[in-house]
């Protein structure tokens, strides 16, 4: 018996790294960091934007490469409905500002609905709870270098009381916005 329990604890333990992710409950970590909104420059301060309401936290593994172009372009496209539930959205990776520039701009992604959040030294990104991976000789869908880490794809519905509502992670990118549209539409209605 007492291996048993001792194994089944085990196994979970060993299954908690997949459950990194902040879960619902937990604090949401404040960050201030260099974004951009339409190709400019700016500052983003989730608690300035919670002021304002929920806010939609999506990391992503970085600008120009296929699932996040979609998942972008897919934000961009709904963006009414999250600002019609009252949330702002705003990416996060380990680009750099000047790739991010690009992104937020092009019509085919951001097409500057929302801010995109450059993590660079991937702090913000294990403030979450999640991992950070390096992909030697990665290209991006432009065919250039990626010089920066890959933060995994998840998302943070975080309330104005700087709590994680929602968390939503290993899904594919389509699904991953319909899933935050869902949970800021549903904290609208309450």
Excluded: W
Excluded at 24 to 46: E, H, V
């Amino acid at each position: 018996m007492k291996k048993t329990l001792f194994g089944a604890l085990l196994s979970t333990v060993v299954a908690l790294p997949a459950l990194a992710d902040l879960q619902p409950g937990a604090a949401a970590p404040d960050f201030t960091a260099p974004s951009s909104f339409n190709g400019k420059t700016q500052k983003f301060s989730l608690n300035d934007a919670l002021k304002k309401g929920p806010v939609v936290v999506y990391f992503y593994p970085g600008a120009y490469t296929n699932g996040c172009n979609l998942q972008a372009h897919t934000f961009a496209v709904n963006y009414d409905k999250f600002a019609a539930a009252g949330a702002t959205v705003v990416g996060v990776s380990l680009d750099k500002i000047d790739r991010l520039n690009e992104f937020s701009a092009d019509p085919e992604f951001c097409a500057g609905k929302f801010a995109t959040v450059s993590d660079a030294d991937g702090k913000i990104a294990k403030a979450y709870d999640l991992e950070v991976a390096v992909r030697e000789g990665a290209k991006d869908t432009q065919g250039r270098a990626i010089d920066h880490g890959f933060a995994e794809r998840s998302t943070f519905i975080v309330t104005p009381d700087h709590k994680v509502v929602v968390t939503i992670a290993n899904v594919a990118p389509i699904a991953n916005v319909e899933a935050a549209l869902q949970a800021v539409q549903g904290l609208a209605k309450k």
